[in-house]
């Protein structure tokens, strides 16, 4: 199958909601930013490049000013809260989590306290007061307790459930974490797109897209390149910034709830 026929379905899509004069949003996050590197050097060319406005999740007990310095060069970029030192607590055997039940609420919410105020401090209005959770779990418990200690917005991986936050999900991750740890076959990350395009259709949730700059392969960095390529090609697509979602959420948020 060459490239082009891998890519149609995407195309039609996208004209389908030309044709209904509607938007297809899309919104890009990537995890684990700490330090400035050549790969993340990369993903900001490329998505400056395409006018594609990324949310960075950044590791506060990882990050100093390196990272400060290097994102006011880049003004399209917004900063979240990814935990704290992205360290797991689970026992062996169980699915890693830093935010799970295994130590005290207070702890884990003192370091998430702790998380924010650090990544603020050094980004300023760059950073989004936003929780991107380690491995895209959190212990349901502490959700509600996110506003008191100052965030506005949750972001993890799959469908929305109420929360007492804004919630901004990703959908579509590119990487194979349980296969080959590169990217995913490019054929069934259109198949995703396309599906998660026609459940917003619908009503659903805009495509959040998932990257991982620091493990990118190649054909992760060529898949990212060619789906801004067809989303510039179409008048129908817009890639939104996390505040703007985070707004959107804010309304349908319900206190108390997970």
Do not use: Y
């Amino acid at each position: 199958m060459t490239s082009d026929q891998i890519w149609q379905p995407l195309v039609e899509e996208l004209a389908r909601w030309q044709r209904a004069d509607r938007k297809a949003e899309f919104w890009l996050r990537d995890d684990d930013a700490v330090d400035p590197t050549p790969a993340l050097d990369r993903l900001l060319d490329l998505t400056r490049e395409f006018a594609v406005a990324p949310t960075l999740a950044v590791i506060p007990a990882l990050t100093d000013e390196k990272l400060v310095v290097r994102l006011d060069e880049a003004p399209h970029v917004t900063v979240a809260i990814h935990g704290w030192a992205h360290r797991n607590h689970a026992p062996e055997g169980q699915k890693k989590q830093e935010l799970g039940a295994h130590r005290p609420r207070e702890a884990v919410l003192d370091d998430l306290a702790r998380g924010l105020s650090r990544v603020s401090g050094l980004h300023g209005a760059r950073a989004v007061p936003m929780l991107v959770p380690p491995w895209n779990r959190i212990d349901p418990g502490l959700v509600a307790e996110l506003g008191s200690i100052g965030f506005a917005a949750m972001s993890v991986f799959g469908p929305p459930k109420p929360a007492s936050v804004a919630v901004v999900n990703s959908n579509v991750d590119i990487m194979d974490w349980h296969g080959t740890r590169g990217c995913r076959d490019h054929g069934l990350l259109v198949q995703a797109i396309v599906a998660q395009l026609q459940h917003a259709f619908d009503g659903g949730e805009p495509v959040g897209l998932l990257t991982h700059h620091l493990v990118h392969d190649e054909s992760a960095w060529l898949f990212l390149e060619r789906l801004f390529t067809v989303a510039a090609q179409s008048e129908a697509c817009a890639w939104l910034p996390i505040r703007a979602l985070i707004g959107r959420s804010a309304g349908t948020a319900n206190p108390g709830k997970m």
